[in-house]
């Protein structure tokens, strides 16, 4: 019996920055993007990992709502934890009518990015080769550390700018970038009340090579208490982002006919968080936060302030 077997890959470099790298998987992200090729599958198989990433930079964007007056610079990072539900490490999802035609089942579930061995979908034609589906990462959580720098303060007002220089992981994949910018303003600045309240806005962006980029927008309104050196903060959020997945497919089978294929991934999710911040000196900054979603995030930043 012929075996067709589709070869597993990360999604892209965040990923691949983010990802335990615990298991090999032995074919580029692009070898993967263009063997998969069909389409619906393709959207299904990689949803959780574009999810996760989205997930992932819409975190950590601010660790109080106070905003201190005169010129300020906070200088540090911050490392992400996305936690990947168990309902996400499969999908099930129909096969197109021209593997049908060729005997194969109409409906299948296998493995996500995240999940682990992909299924084997059989012929009842014999003369069909079995065709082995991607599997996955077999990950229950994915990681993220980025650079970030609050500047500040004017009436009330900081900048926020984080992200990655471009790099390249492999040649395969291409360079990786991936940056932000966002606003913090603190109304209660101008007022003397025992809590504050900032709202906080970012936007970002990344790219892969050629294949994937995407965008990302978040807005929070947040709210912090200091005791001593320890402040205690939490908040309610929006965020959406805009992912976009193009390359050209040429079916190894020859059961499918070339074609080119661009998967538009689009998310829009409320976020909650609590957290505490812990000030040694006046000068270091040490925060964690966990934060409820489609996906939870826990975030360990640390910082200096100049």
């Known amino acids: 019996m012929r075996v067709f077997r589709v070869p597993t890959a990360l999604l892209f470099a965040l990923l ?56 300020g610079l906070w200088v540090g990072s911050r490392f992400i934890i996305t936690y990947i539900p168990e309902t996400e490490r499969t999908f099930s999802a129909a096969l197109p009518a021209a593997l049908v035609e060729q005997g194969y089942p109409e409906r299948v579930t296998s493995a996500t990015i995240v999940g682990g061995t992909g299924a084997v979908l059989r012929s009842t034609q014999q003369q069909r080769p079995d065709i082995v589906l991607p599997g996955g990462a077999d990950l229950s959580s994915t990681f993220l550390l980025v650079p970030q720098v609050h500047v500040g303060a004017l009436l009330g007002t900081e900048l926020i700018f984080r992200g990655l220089p471009p790099v390249t992981y492999d040649t395969d994949i291409g360079k990786v970038s991936f940056w932000g910018v966002g606003l913090k303003h603190a109304p209660t600045y101008f007022a003397d009340l025992p809590f504050d309240l900032a709202f906080v806005a970012a936007w970002q962006r990344f790219e892969l090579g050629d294949l994937i980029n995407g965008t990302s927008l978040a807005g929070m309104a947040q709210a912090s208490v200091d005791a001593g050196s320890i402040t205690l903060f939490g908040g309610i959020g929006y965020e959406a982002y805009a992912i976009d997945v193009s390359y050209a497919y040429s079916d190894a089978t020859g059961t499918l006919p070339p074609t080119s294929i661009n998967l538009e991934f689009r998310r829009r999710n409320l976020r909650f968080s609590a957290g505490a911040a812990l000030s040694i000196l006046n000068f270091i900054d040490i925060a964690a936060d966990y934060s409820f979603g489609e996906q939870d995030n826990l975030t360990i930043g640390a910082g200096f302030t100049f």
């Open 16 to 71: 691949l920055a983010s990802f335990p790298q615990h298991r090999a998987l032995p074919q580029s992200v692009n070898d993967l993007l263009r063997q998969l090729g069909i389409q619906e599958l393709a959207r299904d198989y990689l949803r959780p990992g574009v999810d996760a990433v989205g997930y992932s930079i819409n975190s950590g964007l601010s660790h109080r709502a106070r905003v201190d007056s005169g010129f």
